[in-house]
C-alpha cells in the first residue's frame, strides 16, 4: 500500500508530505486547488506519461517520491523479475521531471528505466481517473471489461499471436498474387533476354573492343596483301619486271665503268651500295609481313556476323557488355525466384488455412469464455448496482459474432435498463452521468476481486452523484477499505465522512506566487472543511452542526446501509 507521498515543485505544489494510512483516504478541496495535480504525481511515480509543463514556474525540476509498505505477492514476484532487491518490506519509486523535458526514474534509490516503473506501478495501484467513465460510452471498449474481470489476458494474446501470424501470410500471399499477375509479361521479358543474351555466350567484358580490332585488320587483309605483294616486287622484283634492286646495279655497274676516268663517281657508286642494302633489307621486312598477312575469308564472315550481333543486342539494350553480362546473371536468378512464386503461393494457401482454422478455434473458445464470463460479470454488477441505490437496475452484455478481428470475433456491447418495464438499450445513449459513475464504481469493485492490487484510487467517482446515491458510494467505497487501501478525491460530504483519513488541498495566492498545500485534518477542521462542502463560503452555526452530525453519525449510517 502507499504509506507516504512526497511531491516538490509540481506546478502549484511546491513542498508536500502526504501521509495516508492503510484503509480509506480522500482528498477534499476547492476546484482548481490542486486536486488532479495529486493524482497526476501518483501517476507520475506509477511510471505514466507527465509533461514538462507541469514543472513549477521558475525551477529546474520536480520530483515525486512514493512509500510503499505491506507488499502484495504480486509486486514481490514482479521485483524478483525485475532483478530489483527489497529490504523490510519497503519500496521507494522516485521520479523526476527535468522543465527541459528530461525524466527520470529510481526505484529504492536504483536508476531504472520509465518502462520498468510502469510495469512495476501496475501491481502497487490502480487509478481510476476522472475521465475513465467515459469507456462506458464507447461499446467497442466494452469487451476490455470482460476480458479483464475473466481474466483473459493470457488467452487473447495467443490469440492474437496466431491472428498475427494469419495477418502476415495473407499479406504474403496477397503480394505473391500481384507477383504472380505480373509474372507472365515478366518472365516472357526476362525468358527473351536469357535467350538472345544466353545465345551470344557472353564471357569477356572486353569481346566487342578485341573482335572490331580483329575484323578491322582482317577486312582489309586482302588489299593490305596486294600492297604488300606489289611493294615487294618494286623493291627486290618479280617475274615479269626488275626491283629497284636490280635497277640499281645496272647503274652502278655502268658508273663503275667510268670511275677510273671520273673519280667523283666513286662516292656515288657507294651510296647506291648502301641503298641497296637498305631496299633488299626493306624488301625481307615486306616479305616477312606479307607471310604474315593470313587471308581467311571464313574467319571473316565470323567476325563480321559476330561483330553485327554484339552491336544488335547493345543497342538493343542499351547496355555495354559487361552490363549485359551482370544482368544475365541477375535475370537468371530472378526467373528461377519468379517460377518459384506459384509453388510459395500453394504452400502459404496451405498454411493460410490450417492458421485460419487455428484462430477460429481459439476465437471460438474466447467467445464461450466471454459469454460465460459476462453472464457472472452483469449479476455481480447489477448485485452492485442494487446497493449503491439502483434498484431496479437491469444489465447485460449485447453478444455478436462478427468477422475475426485482434480482439476475436465477439461485439459486445453493454446494455442497461435503469426502469421497470424498459427493455436494456445502450449504456453510452441511456445512462446519466451519476448512473455511469456508479456503474464504473461497481464494475471496479467487482473486478478488483479478481486482482491482488492493493490500493485503489478514485478520482472524482462522484461525477453526477448527490445524495442517498452519494451516501451509497461512501458506503461502499468504505467497504471496500476494509481489504484494500482506498483513495478518493470527492467534492461530497456524504462520502468524506466515511474517510478515516482526510487531507484538505487548499490554494493560497500572493502578488508573486500561488502555493498549494497539503493538510491532515484532525475532528474540528473535518467538521469545518464539511461544513465548507455544505454550505459553500458562508458557513452558519447550524451547518457546522449539520457537518458534525453527519461526522458523528457515521459510523451508525455505515452500519445501517450495510446491515439492510
Known sequence: MLSELYIENLAVIQKAEIPLTESFNVFTGETGA????LVGGINAVLGKRISRDMVRSGCEKAAVSAMFRKLTPGTLDKLAELGISCEDDE?????????????????????VPISV??????????????????????PEKHIDIIDGYAELHGQLEDYRKSFRELQDTARKIKKLAVL?????QRIEYLNRFLDEVGELELEDE?????????????????????????????????????????????????LSDYSDMLPALEPLIGRLEAAKIELSDIGGELARLLDGIDVDEQRLEYLSDRREKLHSIKKRYSCTLAELIERYDSYSGEAKEIAGYTKEIEELSGLKSRLLAEVSEKAEKLSEARTAASEKLTAKIAEELKFLDMPNVKILFKHEKGKLTANGMDIMELMISVNPGEPPKPIAKTASGGELSRIMLAIKNVSAEKEDTPTMIFDEIDTGVSGRAAQKIGVKLRQVSKT????????????????????LIEKTSSEDSTV???????????IGEIARILGGEHITQTTLDNA?????????????ILNK
Open 548 to 560: 458534525a452530525e453527519q461526522l458523528d453519525g457515521q459510523e451508525k449510517i455505515y452500519s445501517e
Open 484 to 503: 484494500r487501501q482506498v483513495i478518493c478525491v470527492t467534492h461530497l460530504s456524504q462520502i468524506a465522512v466515511m474517510a478515516d483519513n482526510h487531507l
Open 516 to 526: 498549494t498545500s497539503v493538510t491532515r485534518l484532525d475532528r474540528e477542521q473535518r
Open 91 to 111: 519500496l521507494m519509486i522516485t521520479r523526476e521531471i527535468s522543465a527541459d523535458g528530461g525524466s527520470s526514474a529510481r526505484i529504492n534509490s536504483k536508476a
Open 206 to 254: 572486353n569481346e566487342d573492343t578485341n573482335i572490331e580490332k580483329e575484323f578491322t585488320v582482317a577486312n582489309n587483309s586482302s588489299v593490305l596483301a596486294e600492297t604488300l605483294s606489289r611493294s615487294h616486287a618494286a623493291v627486290c622484283g618479280s617475274e615479269d619486271s626488275s626491283g629497284m634492286t636490280e635497277s640499281i646495279d645496272s647503274v652502278t655497274g655502268e
Open 34 to 37: 490542486g486536486k488532479s495535480i
Open 180 to 184: 504472380e499477375s505480373e509474372k507472365q
Open 117 to 138: 516503473v510502469r510495469e512495476l506501478g501496475e501491481t502497487l495501484i490502480d487509478v481510476h481517473g476522472q475521465h475513465d467513465n467515459k469507456i462506458l460510452m464507447y
